[in-house]
């Protein structure tokens, strides 16, 4: 799932269960939870291979500002609320982890997380013009519960 949708899914529950002992850990695995859903993604494969050069500056570039977008449309939509902005940050962080195991793939810890995440992730169509419909309805839904809460 793209990155600002895992956002928007962590302010959204943090929106609903405003305890940071429930909404924070909750937030990092709806992670999980949300990448088993179809979903258009971004490719790691530049880093993994260590290309460098306009590939993998728009891969991660891109990524950040995405997720950068994440946290911008919270802060319009809810102003500035440290607890969701916490929560959007812990339910993009396994991603986050993903590529720093691309980046640094003899670290154990972050080996065994890559293979957990990748367990539980979705792996059916990849193309974006089946995967797009189900991001467009994701991100309504989350939008409505945090306009909601
Ligand atoms: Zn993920």
């Known amino acids: ?4 949708l895992h956002a928007l899914s962590g302010a959204a529950i943090a929106s609903i269960m405003p305890q940071p002992l429930i909404a924070l850990p909750l937030a990092f695995v709806s992670h999980f939870a949300f990448d088993w859903l179809p979903h258009t993604d971004y490719s790691v494969q530049a880093i993994k291979e260590k290309r460098r050069g306009a590939w993998l500056f728009f891969n991660i570039g891109g990524a950040v500002l995405e997720g950068s977008a ?4 919270i802060l319009l939509l ?10 959007a940050f812990l339910a993009m962080l396994p991603d986050g982890l993903w590529v720093m195991q691309s980046l640094f793939p003899k670290i154990p810890f972050l080996k065994q997380f890559r293979a957990f995440h990748r367990k539980l992730h979705y792996r059916g169509e990849r193309k974006i013009i089946k995967t797009l419909p189900f991001d467009v309805a994701m991100a309504t839904i989350l939008l409505l519960v945090v306009l909601s809460a």
């Open 78 to 87: 809810l102003g500035w609320q440290p607890l969701l902005f916490l929560a």
């Open 1 to 4: 799932m793209v990155l600002a």
């Open 70 to 73: 994440g946290f911008a449309i």
